[in-house]
Protein backbone atom coordinates (compact mmCIF):
# COMPACT_ATOMS: atom_id res chain seq x y z
CA UNK A 1 0.00 0.00 0.00
CA UNK A 2 1.32 3.30 -1.22
CA UNK A 3 2.50 5.20 2.25
CA UNK A 4 1.67 8.88 1.64
CA UNK A 5 4.00 9.92 4.97
CA UNK A 6 7.15 8.29 3.77
CA UNK A 7 6.87 9.51 0.28
CA UNK A 8 6.52 13.40 1.72
CA UNK A 9 9.08 12.77 3.42
CA UNK A 10 11.47 11.79 0.42
CA UNK A 11 10.25 14.66 -1.43
CA UNK A 12 10.87 17.31 0.85
CA UNK A 13 14.60 15.68 1.43
CA UNK A 14 15.60 15.35 -2.47
CA UNK A 15 18.92 16.72 -2.75
CA UNK A 16 19.88 19.55 -5.67
CA UNK A 17 19.28 18.34 -8.99
CA UNK A 18 20.21 21.06 -11.06
CA UNK A 19 21.11 24.53 -11.38
CA UNK A 20 20.99 26.03 -15.20
CA UNK A 21 22.12 29.12 -15.96
CA UNK A 22 20.23 32.41 -16.73
CA UNK A 23 18.09 32.80 -19.64
CA UNK A 24 15.59 35.28 -20.32
CA UNK A 25 12.16 34.69 -21.24
CA UNK A 26 8.61 36.78 -22.71
CA UNK A 27 5.99 36.39 -20.67
CA UNK A 28 2.61 37.13 -22.19
CA UNK A 29 -1.45 36.56 -20.64
CA UNK A 30 -3.83 34.93 -23.54
CA UNK A 31 -7.27 35.94 -23.57
CA UNK A 32 -9.66 33.32 -24.88
CA UNK A 33 -12.78 34.20 -26.33
CA UNK A 34 -15.04 31.12 -24.96
CA UNK A 35 -15.17 28.09 -23.30
CA UNK A 36 -16.80 26.17 -26.02
CA UNK A 37 -16.87 22.74 -26.56
CA UNK A 38 -15.50 22.61 -22.58
CA UNK A 39 -15.43 18.64 -21.14
CA UNK A 40 -16.98 20.35 -17.78
CA UNK A 41 -20.43 21.36 -17.00
CA UNK A 42 -21.56 23.36 -14.21
CA UNK A 43 -24.00 20.34 -13.55
CA UNK A 44 -21.46 18.78 -12.33
CA UNK A 45 -19.23 20.68 -10.43
CA UNK A 46 -17.47 18.24 -8.22
CA UNK A 47 -14.89 17.85 -11.34
CA UNK A 48 -13.73 21.52 -10.66
CA UNK A 49 -14.56 22.34 -7.20
CA UNK A 50 -14.27 21.27 -4.05
CA UNK A 51 -17.79 20.38 -1.85
CA UNK A 52 -16.50 23.19 0.80
CA UNK A 53 -16.13 25.58 -2.32
CA UNK A 54 -19.97 25.05 -3.52
CA UNK A 55 -20.92 24.77 -0.11
CA UNK A 56 -19.63 28.10 0.15
CA UNK A 57 -21.68 28.89 -2.87
CA UNK A 58 -25.02 27.65 -1.50
CA UNK A 59 -24.53 29.74 1.71
CA UNK A 60 -24.30 32.75 -0.14
CA UNK A 61 -26.78 32.08 -2.76
CA UNK A 62 -24.35 32.16 -5.83
CA UNK A 63 -25.10 30.45 -8.59
CA UNK A 64 -22.30 28.31 -10.77
CA UNK A 65 -21.79 30.44 -13.94
CA UNK A 66 -19.09 29.97 -16.96
CA UNK A 67 -15.95 31.73 -14.70
CA UNK A 68 -16.12 28.76 -12.27
CA UNK A 69 -15.06 26.06 -15.31
CA UNK A 70 -11.87 25.33 -16.51
CA UNK A 71 -10.75 26.69 -19.66
CA UNK A 72 -10.76 24.78 -22.74
CA UNK A 73 -8.31 21.98 -22.67
CA UNK A 74 -7.66 21.96 -26.82
CA UNK A 75 -7.19 25.73 -26.59
CA UNK A 76 -3.92 25.27 -24.43
CA UNK A 77 -2.63 22.24 -26.99
CA UNK A 78 -2.98 24.25 -29.91
CA UNK A 79 -1.34 27.19 -28.27
CA UNK A 80 1.59 24.77 -27.44
CA UNK A 81 1.52 23.85 -30.50
CA UNK A 82 1.88 27.04 -32.90
CA UNK A 83 4.14 28.47 -30.26
CA UNK A 84 7.45 26.94 -29.04
CA UNK A 85 6.49 27.97 -25.31
CA UNK A 86 5.74 26.73 -21.96
CA UNK A 87 2.54 27.06 -20.51
CA UNK A 88 2.83 28.01 -17.26
CA UNK A 89 -1.10 29.49 -15.26
CA UNK A 90 -4.50 29.36 -16.56
CA UNK A 91 -7.11 31.65 -15.17
CA UNK A 92 -10.65 30.08 -15.78
CA UNK A 93 -12.03 33.65 -14.40
CA UNK A 94 -10.32 35.44 -16.71
CA UNK A 95 -10.33 32.68 -19.29
CA UNK A 96 -6.72 33.39 -19.74
CA UNK A 97 -3.24 31.72 -20.55
CA UNK A 98 0.31 32.86 -19.38
CA UNK A 99 2.92 31.44 -21.35
CA UNK A 100 6.31 31.99 -21.48
CA UNK A 101 8.26 31.83 -25.24
CA UNK A 102 12.25 32.04 -25.56
CA UNK A 103 11.90 32.67 -29.39
CA UNK A 104 8.89 35.18 -30.00
CA UNK A 105 8.25 35.11 -33.65
CA UNK A 106 5.17 33.24 -33.31
CA UNK A 107 3.30 35.05 -30.77
CA UNK A 108 1.50 37.04 -34.23
CA UNK A 109 0.33 33.41 -35.20
CA UNK A 110 -1.19 32.32 -31.63
CA UNK A 111 -3.06 36.57 -32.01
CA UNK A 112 -4.68 35.10 -35.67
CA UNK A 113 -6.05 31.85 -34.09
CA UNK A 114 -9.95 32.31 -34.40
CA UNK A 115 -10.21 31.80 -30.29
CA UNK A 116 -7.96 34.42 -28.92
CA UNK A 117 -9.72 37.74 -28.10
CA UNK A 118 -6.26 39.38 -26.94
CA UNK A 119 -2.49 39.18 -25.71
CA UNK A 120 -0.79 41.02 -23.14
CA UNK A 121 3.00 41.42 -22.74
CA UNK A 122 4.09 40.82 -19.49
CA UNK A 123 7.52 41.44 -19.44
CA UNK A 124 11.15 39.58 -20.65
CA UNK A 125 12.43 38.32 -17.31
CA UNK A 126 16.13 37.19 -16.85
CA UNK A 127 15.32 33.61 -14.25
CA UNK A 128 17.78 31.17 -13.00
CA UNK A 129 16.15 28.13 -12.83
CA UNK A 130 16.50 26.13 -9.88
CA UNK A 131 15.52 22.15 -10.09
CA UNK A 132 15.79 21.86 -6.07
CA UNK A 133 13.66 21.50 -2.95
CA UNK A 134 15.20 22.37 0.21
CA UNK A 135 14.66 19.92 3.18
CA UNK A 136 12.68 19.85 5.91
CA UNK A 137 15.08 19.37 9.12
CA UNK A 138 14.71 17.36 11.73
CA UNK A 139 13.24 20.23 14.14
CA UNK A 140 10.23 20.28 11.88
CA UNK A 141 8.92 16.53 13.71
CA UNK A 142 10.06 18.08 16.81
CA UNK A 143 7.54 20.86 16.72
CA UNK A 144 4.99 18.82 15.22
CA UNK A 145 4.77 16.56 18.14
CA UNK A 146 5.10 19.12 20.57
CA UNK A 147 1.54 18.68 22.44
CA UNK A 148 -0.56 21.88 21.46
CA UNK A 149 -1.63 24.16 24.44
CA UNK A 150 -5.27 23.43 25.30
CA UNK A 151 -7.48 26.63 23.61
CA UNK A 152 -11.01 26.05 25.62
CA UNK A 153 -8.63 27.89 28.47
CA UNK A 154 -9.65 31.51 29.33
CA UNK A 155 -6.80 33.93 28.02
CA UNK A 156 -5.79 37.14 30.28
CA UNK A 157 -3.55 39.81 28.57
CA UNK A 158 -0.30 38.18 29.88
CA UNK A 159 -0.88 34.97 27.40
CA UNK A 160 -0.60 36.96 24.58
CA UNK A 161 3.22 38.24 25.71
CA UNK A 162 4.42 41.12 23.41
CA UNK A 163 1.96 40.98 21.02
CA UNK A 164 -1.22 42.04 23.72
CA UNK A 165 -1.44 45.76 22.18
CA UNK A 166 -1.99 44.58 18.49
CA UNK A 167 -4.76 42.31 19.14
CA UNK A 168 -6.56 44.58 22.09
CA UNK A 169 -6.60 47.83 19.36
CA UNK A 170 -9.12 44.74 17.41
CA UNK A 171 -10.67 44.21 20.82
CA UNK A 172 -10.17 40.72 20.16
CA UNK A 173 -9.85 39.03 23.74
CA UNK A 174 -13.61 38.97 24.42
CA UNK A 175 -14.16 37.04 21.04
CA UNK A 176 -11.09 34.69 22.04
CA UNK A 177 -12.47 33.98 25.41
CA UNK A 178 -15.68 33.19 24.20
CA UNK A 179 -13.49 29.95 22.02
CA UNK A 180 -14.22 31.97 18.66
CA UNK A 181 -10.41 31.84 17.73
CA UNK A 182 -10.87 31.02 14.06
CA UNK A 183 -12.24 27.25 14.16
CA UNK A 184 -13.60 26.14 11.19
CA UNK A 185 -12.59 28.90 9.33
CA UNK A 186 -10.19 28.27 6.28
CA UNK A 187 -7.57 31.15 5.34
CA UNK A 188 -5.60 30.95 2.23
CA UNK A 189 -2.38 33.40 2.53
CA UNK A 190 -0.92 34.46 -0.79
CA UNK A 191 2.48 35.85 -0.60
CA UNK A 192 6.49 35.20 -1.67
CA UNK A 193 7.11 32.30 0.43
CA UNK A 194 6.72 31.32 4.40
CA UNK A 195 10.74 30.32 4.66
CA UNK A 196 11.06 27.97 8.09
CA UNK A 197 7.64 29.13 9.07
CA UNK A 198 7.67 25.53 10.62
CA UNK A 199 10.39 26.18 13.37
CA UNK A 200 8.20 28.99 14.91
CA UNK A 201 7.28 28.16 18.82
CA UNK A 202 3.57 28.01 18.22
CA UNK A 203 3.50 27.17 14.60
CA UNK A 204 1.79 23.49 14.47
CA UNK A 205 1.01 21.88 10.88
CA UNK A 206 0.44 18.40 9.88
CA UNK A 207 2.69 17.68 6.87
CA UNK A 208 0.63 15.57 5.48
CA UNK A 209 -2.61 17.58 5.20
CA UNK A 210 -1.69 20.82 5.14
CA UNK A 211 -2.46 22.57 1.59
CA UNK A 212 0.44 23.98 0.04
CA UNK A 213 1.58 25.23 -3.55
CA UNK A 214 4.03 27.43 -5.41
CA UNK A 215 2.70 29.45 -8.53
CA UNK A 216 6.18 30.43 -9.35
CA UNK A 217 8.00 27.48 -9.38
CA UNK A 218 5.29 25.15 -9.95
CA UNK A 219 6.06 23.21 -7.14
CA UNK A 220 4.48 22.06 -3.90
CA UNK A 221 6.79 23.53 -1.67
CA UNK A 222 6.69 26.53 0.10
CA UNK A 223 9.54 26.42 2.57
CA UNK A 224 12.81 27.37 1.17
CA UNK A 225 11.08 30.89 -0.44
CA UNK A 226 11.27 34.10 1.08
CA UNK A 227 10.55 34.86 4.66
CA UNK A 228 7.71 37.26 4.28
CA UNK A 229 4.62 34.94 4.11
CA UNK A 230 6.46 33.40 7.52
CA UNK A 231 6.08 36.81 8.89
CA UNK A 232 2.94 37.46 7.94
CA UNK A 233 1.22 33.91 9.39
CA UNK A 234 2.43 34.51 12.61
CA UNK A 235 0.36 37.53 13.14
CA UNK A 236 -2.40 35.13 12.70
CA UNK A 237 -1.62 31.29 13.21
CA UNK A 238 0.68 31.60 16.25
CA UNK A 239 -0.20 29.55 19.19
CA UNK A 240 1.96 30.25 22.26
CA UNK A 241 0.22 31.27 24.85
CA UNK A 242 2.59 33.42 27.47
CA UNK A 243 4.95 34.67 24.64
CA UNK A 244 2.38 35.41 21.79
CA UNK A 245 -1.05 34.11 20.41
CA UNK A 246 -2.26 35.21 16.64
CA UNK A 247 -5.54 36.76 15.83
CA UNK A 248 -6.88 33.66 14.86
CA UNK A 249 -4.53 30.90 16.19
CA UNK A 250 -7.21 27.72 15.09
CA UNK A 251 -8.02 29.03 11.83
CA UNK A 252 -7.04 26.47 9.18
CA UNK A 253 -4.60 27.66 6.76
CA UNK A 254 -3.52 27.16 2.86
CA UNK A 255 -0.18 28.59 2.16
CA UNK A 256 0.76 29.83 -1.62
CA UNK A 257 3.48 31.48 -3.44
CA UNK A 258 2.85 34.01 -5.77
CA UNK A 259 5.44 36.18 -5.64
CA UNK A 260 8.83 36.49 -7.01
CA UNK A 261 10.50 38.79 -4.45
CA UNK A 262 13.82 39.39 -6.65
CA UNK A 263 11.68 40.75 -9.34
CA UNK A 264 8.65 43.42 -10.02
CA UNK A 265 6.49 42.13 -13.32
CA UNK A 266 2.89 41.95 -13.67
CA UNK A 267 3.07 38.00 -13.69
CA UNK A 268 2.98 37.78 -10.37
CA UNK A 269 -0.59 39.84 -10.75
CA UNK A 270 -1.26 36.62 -12.92
CA UNK A 271 -0.03 34.33 -10.56
CA UNK A 272 -1.73 35.91 -7.73
CA UNK A 273 -5.12 34.90 -9.74
CA UNK A 274 -4.10 31.67 -10.13
CA UNK A 275 -3.77 30.94 -6.96
CA UNK A 276 -6.64 33.28 -5.96
CA UNK A 277 -8.30 29.92 -7.87
CA UNK A 278 -6.60 27.81 -6.48
CA UNK A 279 -7.80 28.69 -3.04
CA UNK A 280 -11.45 28.97 -4.18
CA UNK A 281 -11.61 25.53 -5.84
CA UNK A 282 -10.53 24.27 -2.03
CA UNK A 283 -12.99 25.96 -0.52
CA UNK A 284 -11.24 28.85 1.64
CA UNK A 285 -13.45 31.27 3.10
CA UNK A 286 -10.86 34.03 3.39
CA UNK A 287 -7.82 35.50 1.80
CA UNK A 288 -5.28 37.51 3.32
CA UNK A 289 -2.60 39.14 0.88
CA UNK A 290 0.06 41.63 1.53
CA UNK A 291 0.99 42.04 -1.47
CA UNK A 292 0.38 45.15 -3.93
CA UNK A 293 1.77 46.92 -7.04
CA UNK A 294 2.33 50.30 -8.55
CA UNK A 295 5.70 49.76 -10.51
CA UNK A 296 7.94 47.31 -12.46
CA UNK A 297 11.23 46.18 -13.12
CA UNK A 298 9.97 47.14 -17.14
CA UNK A 299 8.70 50.86 -16.39
CA UNK A 300 6.13 50.91 -19.56
CA UNK A 301 4.14 47.89 -18.00
CA UNK A 302 3.80 50.77 -15.20
CA UNK A 303 0.16 51.50 -13.21
CA UNK A 304 -1.08 55.07 -13.49
CA UNK A 305 -2.76 56.65 -10.26
CA UNK A 306 -5.72 56.58 -13.04
CA UNK A 307 -5.77 52.66 -13.43
CA UNK A 308 -6.35 52.59 -9.22
CA UNK A 309 -9.97 52.30 -10.18
CA UNK A 310 -10.95 49.06 -8.45
CA UNK A 311 -11.47 47.00 -11.89
CA UNK A 312 -8.51 47.75 -14.05
CA UNK A 313 -5.63 45.40 -13.09
CA UNK A 314 -5.38 41.69 -13.23
CA UNK A 315 -5.03 41.69 -9.99
CA UNK A 316 -7.78 43.82 -8.76
CA UNK A 317 -10.04 42.00 -11.50
CA UNK A 318 -9.06 39.06 -9.49
CA UNK A 319 -9.84 40.37 -6.24
CA UNK A 320 -13.30 41.58 -7.11
CA UNK A 321 -14.18 37.84 -8.43
CA UNK A 322 -13.21 35.91 -5.69
CA UNK A 323 -15.76 38.37 -3.50
CA UNK A 324 -18.30 37.34 -6.10
CA UNK A 325 -17.05 33.76 -5.55
CA UNK A 326 -18.11 34.82 -1.47
CA UNK A 327 -14.45 34.93 -0.05
CA UNK A 328 -13.65 37.34 1.82
CA UNK A 329 -10.66 39.07 0.48
CA UNK A 330 -8.08 41.21 3.21
CA UNK A 331 -5.53 43.42 1.56
CA UNK A 332 -2.38 45.35 2.60
CA UNK A 333 -2.90 49.16 1.85
CA UNK A 334 1.09 49.73 1.02
CA UNK A 335 3.70 51.19 2.72
CA UNK A 336 4.38 54.43 -0.13
CA UNK A 337 2.97 56.92 2.40
CA UNK A 338 6.23 58.84 2.31
CA UNK A 339 7.04 58.22 -1.40
CA UNK A 340 6.68 59.90 -3.99
CA UNK A 341 3.72 57.83 -5.06
CA UNK A 342 2.15 58.24 -1.73
CA UNK A 343 -0.88 56.35 -2.34
CA UNK A 344 -2.35 52.81 -2.27
CA UNK A 345 -1.29 50.16 -5.09
CA UNK A 346 -3.22 47.02 -6.36
CA UNK A 347 -4.74 45.15 -5.35
CA UNK A 348 -5.88 47.54 -3.01
CA UNK A 349 -7.91 49.22 -4.48
CA UNK A 350 -10.34 46.42 -5.95
CA UNK A 351 -14.04 47.53 -5.43
CA UNK A 352 -13.93 43.26 -3.68
CA UNK A 353 -11.25 43.79 -1.07
CA UNK A 354 -11.12 44.91 2.18
CA UNK A 355 -7.56 47.04 2.09
CA UNK A 356 -5.92 47.62 5.62
CA UNK A 357 -3.46 50.32 6.64
CA UNK A 358 -1.55 50.44 9.55
CA UNK A 359 -0.93 52.39 12.96
CA UNK A 360 1.01 52.98 16.19
CA UNK A 361 0.81 51.37 18.93
CA UNK A 362 -0.89 54.32 19.79
CA UNK A 363 -3.32 53.75 17.02
CA UNK A 364 -1.70 56.91 15.28
CA UNK A 365 -1.70 56.51 11.48
CA UNK A 366 1.55 54.92 10.72
CA UNK A 367 3.79 57.86 8.30
CA UNK A 368 4.53 55.04 5.87
CA UNK A 369 1.04 53.70 5.22
CA UNK A 370 -0.23 54.47 1.87
CA UNK A 371 -3.15 56.71 1.31
CA UNK A 372 -6.39 56.48 -0.39
CA UNK A 373 -9.03 57.46 -2.09
CA UNK A 374 -9.01 54.95 -5.05
CA UNK A 375 -8.91 56.67 -8.73
CA UNK A 376 -13.04 56.82 -8.92
CA UNK A 377 -12.82 58.34 -4.92
CA UNK A 378 -13.94 55.55 -3.03
CA UNK A 379 -13.18 55.37 0.84
CA UNK A 380 -9.60 53.61 0.58
CA UNK A 381 -8.01 52.22 2.91
CA UNK A 382 -11.27 50.88 4.60
CA UNK A 383 -10.02 49.97 8.12
CA UNK A 384 -7.30 50.36 9.84
CA UNK A 385 -4.37 47.99 12.27
CA UNK A 386 -1.09 48.21 13.95
CA UNK A 387 1.69 47.67 12.02
CA UNK A 388 4.22 50.08 13.10
CA UNK A 389 6.72 48.28 15.66
CA UNK A 390 3.79 45.47 15.51
CA UNK A 391 5.25 42.22 17.02
CA UNK A 392 6.55 39.27 14.41
CA UNK A 393 7.06 35.43 15.75
CA UNK A 394 9.68 34.10 13.96
CA UNK A 395 11.87 30.80 14.87
CA UNK A 396 14.49 33.12 16.50
CA UNK A 397 11.92 34.78 19.02
CA UNK A 398 10.04 37.74 18.58
CA UNK A 399 10.86 41.18 16.82
CA UNK A 400 9.14 44.48 16.12
CA UNK A 401 8.61 44.83 12.37
CA UNK A 402 7.40 47.77 10.35
CA UNK A 403 4.60 47.51 7.68
CA UNK A 404 0.82 47.24 6.03
CA UNK A 405 2.06 43.85 5.19
CA UNK A 406 1.41 42.91 9.02
CA UNK A 407 -1.77 44.83 9.92
CA UNK A 408 -3.52 43.13 7.21
CA UNK A 409 -2.80 39.34 8.38
CA UNK A 410 -3.73 40.79 11.96
CA UNK A 411 -6.92 42.25 10.58
CA UNK A 412 -7.58 39.34 8.89
CA UNK A 413 -6.86 37.14 11.51
CA UNK A 414 -9.77 38.98 13.54
CA UNK A 415 -12.21 38.66 10.94
CA UNK A 416 -11.93 34.93 10.92
CA UNK A 417 -12.95 34.96 14.21
CA UNK A 418 -15.86 37.61 13.69
CA UNK A 419 -16.94 35.44 10.96
CA UNK A 420 -16.73 32.15 13.11
CA UNK A 421 -18.86 34.12 15.87
CA UNK A 422 -21.43 35.36 13.31
CA UNK A 423 -22.10 32.94 10.64
CA UNK A 424 -24.86 33.29 9.09
CA UNK A 425 -24.33 37.30 8.56
CA UNK A 426 -23.85 38.32 4.92
CA UNK A 427 -20.37 40.04 3.90
CA UNK A 428 -22.18 43.43 3.38
CA UNK A 429 -23.96 42.96 7.11
CA UNK A 430 -20.03 42.01 8.54
CA UNK A 431 -18.62 44.91 6.30
CA UNK A 432 -21.21 47.41 7.78
CA UNK A 433 -21.02 46.16 11.27
CA UNK A 434 -17.16 46.24 11.34
CA UNK A 435 -17.83 50.73 9.81
CA UNK A 436 -19.99 51.02 12.75
CA UNK A 437 -18.10 49.89 15.24
CA UNK A 438 -14.84 52.05 13.76
CA UNK A 439 -12.91 54.83 14.94
CA UNK A 440 -13.43 57.09 12.40
CA UNK A 441 -16.83 55.70 11.25
CA UNK A 442 -18.46 59.43 11.50
CA UNK A 443 -15.57 60.80 9.45
CA UNK A 444 -14.02 58.41 7.07
CA UNK A 445 -10.55 59.51 5.39
CA UNK A 446 -8.03 58.89 3.21
CA UNK A 447 -5.09 57.82 5.92
CA UNK A 448 -7.24 55.60 8.30
CA UNK A 449 -10.60 55.08 6.08
CA UNK A 450 -13.29 54.19 8.38
CA UNK A 451 -10.34 53.83 10.95
CA UNK A 452 -10.04 50.60 13.52
CA UNK A 453 -12.63 48.53 14.07
CA UNK A 454 -14.14 47.02 17.51
CA UNK A 455 -14.46 43.51 16.16
CA UNK A 456 -16.58 42.65 20.18
CA UNK A 457 -18.45 45.66 19.23
CA UNK A 458 -19.10 44.57 15.60
CA UNK A 459 -20.16 41.28 17.09
CA UNK A 460 -22.74 42.52 18.91
CA UNK A 461 -23.97 44.65 16.58
CA UNK A 462 -25.00 41.37 14.60
CA UNK A 463 -26.52 39.51 17.37
CA UNK A 464 -23.63 37.85 19.33
CA UNK A 465 -23.42 39.58 22.56
CA UNK A 466 -20.49 37.56 24.08
CA UNK A 467 -22.27 35.99 26.76
CA UNK A 468 -23.02 39.45 28.31
CA UNK A 469 -26.37 39.70 30.06
CA UNK A 470 -28.64 41.21 27.35
CA UNK A 471 -31.39 42.56 29.82
CA UNK A 472 -29.18 44.80 31.36
CA UNK A 473 -27.78 48.04 30.12
CA UNK A 474 -24.99 48.07 27.85
CA UNK A 475 -22.93 50.87 28.00
CA UNK A 476 -19.69 50.08 25.65
CA UNK A 477 -15.92 50.69 26.02
CA UNK A 478 -12.86 49.60 25.47
CA UNK A 479 -11.15 48.49 28.60
CA UNK A 480 -7.85 49.18 27.66
CA UNK A 481 -8.47 51.76 24.90
CA UNK A 482 -5.75 53.49 22.46
CA UNK A 483 -6.25 57.10 20.50
CA UNK A 484 -9.50 57.68 18.65
CA UNK A 485 -11.00 54.97 20.69
CA UNK A 486 -13.85 55.54 23.13
CA UNK A 487 -14.70 58.82 21.45
CA UNK A 488 -17.65 57.03 20.06
CA UNK A 489 -20.75 56.42 21.89
CA UNK A 490 -22.55 53.34 22.04
CA UNK A 491 -25.34 52.23 24.24
CA UNK A 492 -27.61 49.36 23.97
CA UNK A 493 -30.82 49.71 25.90
CA UNK A 494 -31.92 46.36 27.97
CA UNK A 495 -35.79 47.41 28.17
CA UNK A 496 -38.13 49.63 26.91
CA UNK A 497 -37.27 53.68 29.02
CA UNK A 498 -37.16 56.63 28.80
CA UNK A 499 -33.47 58.15 28.99
CA UNK A 500 -32.20 61.53 29.48
CA UNK A 501 -29.32 62.87 27.44
CA UNK A 502 -27.36 65.65 28.73
CA UNK A 503 -24.61 67.35 26.67
CA UNK A 504 -22.23 70.13 28.61
CA UNK A 505 -19.06 71.90 27.53
CA UNK A 506 -16.55 73.52 29.13
CA UNK A 507 -14.28 76.49 28.33
CA UNK A 508 -11.66 77.87 30.80
CA UNK A 509 -13.12 75.99 33.64
CA UNK A 510 -16.87 77.63 33.15
CA UNK A 511 -19.16 74.62 32.31
CA UNK A 512 -22.04 75.53 29.93
CA UNK A 513 -25.12 72.94 29.85
CA UNK A 514 -25.88 72.76 25.74
CA UNK A 515 -28.57 69.85 25.38
CA UNK A 516 -30.75 68.49 27.62
CA UNK A 517 -32.95 66.26 26.26
CA UNK A 518 -35.63 63.13 26.85
CA UNK A 519 -35.96 60.49 24.72
CA UNK A 520 -37.51 56.73 24.35
CA UNK A 521 -35.47 53.75 23.39
CA UNK A 522 -37.06 50.12 22.93
CA UNK A 523 -35.37 47.25 24.28
CA UNK A 524 -32.43 46.22 22.68
CA UNK A 525 -32.15 49.73 20.39
CA UNK A 526 -28.76 51.08 20.25
CA UNK A 527 -27.80 54.83 20.71
CA UNK A 528 -24.66 55.78 18.90
CA UNK A 529 -23.20 58.81 17.18
CA UNK A 530 -25.53 58.57 14.70
CA UNK A 531 -28.94 59.09 16.89
CA UNK A 532 -26.36 62.20 19.08
CA UNK A 533 -25.65 63.89 15.81
CA UNK A 534 -28.86 64.25 15.15
CA UNK A 535 -30.19 65.56 19.04
CA UNK A 536 -27.07 68.21 19.09
CA UNK A 537 -28.46 69.40 15.59
CA UNK A 538 -31.78 69.35 16.06
CA UNK A 539 -32.18 73.29 15.88
CA UNK A 540 -28.81 74.41 17.65
CA UNK A 541 -25.58 74.98 15.43
CA UNK A 542 -23.56 75.22 18.61
CA UNK A 543 -21.57 78.00 16.77
CA UNK A 544 -19.38 78.55 19.37
CA UNK A 545 -18.33 74.60 19.98
CA UNK A 546 -15.08 74.80 18.08
CA UNK A 547 -13.75 77.31 21.18
CA UNK A 548 -14.78 74.90 24.06
CA UNK A 549 -11.77 72.50 25.88
CA UNK A 550 -14.21 69.91 26.50
CA UNK A 551 -17.30 67.96 25.84
CA UNK A 552 -19.48 66.23 28.15
CA UNK A 553 -22.06 63.90 27.05
CA UNK A 554 -24.27 61.99 30.05
CA UNK A 555 -26.89 59.51 29.93
CA UNK A 556 -28.91 59.33 32.86
CA UNK A 557 -31.48 55.97 32.82
CA UNK A 558 -33.62 54.99 36.20
CA UNK A 559 -30.74 53.04 37.23
CA UNK A 560 -26.95 54.62 36.29
CA UNK A 561 -25.48 57.70 35.12
CA UNK A 562 -22.99 56.68 31.84
CA UNK A 563 -20.68 59.48 31.48
CA UNK A 564 -18.26 60.23 28.80
CA UNK A 565 -15.97 63.11 28.45
CA UNK A 566 -14.57 64.45 25.02
CA UNK A 567 -11.39 66.24 24.78
CA UNK A 568 -11.37 68.69 21.86
CA UNK A 569 -8.60 70.34 19.51
CA UNK A 570 -7.62 73.79 21.29
Request: with cysteine; net charge positive; charged share 20%.
Amino acid sequence: MFDKKIFTIAFFFLQLLQLSGEETASYYYIYLKDKTASTYSIDRPLEFLSQKAIERRLKNKIDLNETDLPINSNYIKIINETCNCQILNTSKWLNAVEISAIDTQNINKIRALNFVQAIKYLGTIKQSKIASIAPLDSAYYNYFNTPKIPYKQQLKPDDYGQAFTQNNQLNLLPLHNSQFRGQGITVAIIDAGFLNVYKTPGMYFNLNTLVVHDFVAHDNSVWEDDRHGANCLSFMKTNDPGTYIGSAPLATYILLRSEEAATEYPTEEVNWISAAEFADSCGVDLISSSLGYNTFNESALNHTHADLNGTTSIIAKAANIARLKGIYVVVSAGNEGKSAWHKIGTPSDAIGALTIGATDGDGYHADFSSFGPSADLRVKPDFVAMGKKAIVASKGGTYAGNGTSYSTPLFAGALACLMQACPNNTYEEIKQALIKSATHQAMPDSAYGYGMPDFALAAMFLGNYLGLDTSKDIFWENSIPTTFQNQNIYFRSGSNQTIEIKITGTRKKKTKQLIAKKIMLKNGEWLNNDELFLILNNGKKLKKRKRLNTLSFELVTSTATYQRVFKLAK
